[in-house]
């Protein structure tokens, strides 16, 4: 899951701190979800999944498809 984040993040040409900063929240806060030395909240996972377009499913490896169903 975490790779999948940073992937995004580094796909879109942004730095942690940009995507902190859209989440409200710290630099290094951002980065211990990236490193996976925090979980990531439910309502954070919903944020990214938002910001990139991308499902929830995808964010937590548990599909490939990026895709969100609408």
């Given amino acids: 899951m975490y790779n999948r984040i940073r992937d ?3 796909d ?7 995507v902190a900063k859209m989440l409200g929240m710290s630099q290094t806060g ?5 490193t996976g030395e925090n979980d990531i909240p439910t309502i954070i996972l ?3 999944a938002d910001f990139y377009e991308v ?8 599909t490939d498809n990026k895709r969100m169903n609408k």
């Fill in 55 to 62: 499902s929830v499913d995808y964010l937590l490896n548990r």
């Fill in 30 to 34: 951002y980065s211990k979800y990236e």
């Fill in 46 to 48: 919903i944020k990214l």
């Fill in 8 to 10: 995004l993040r580094e």
């Fill in 12 to 18: 879109q040409d942004l730095n942690q701190t940009q």
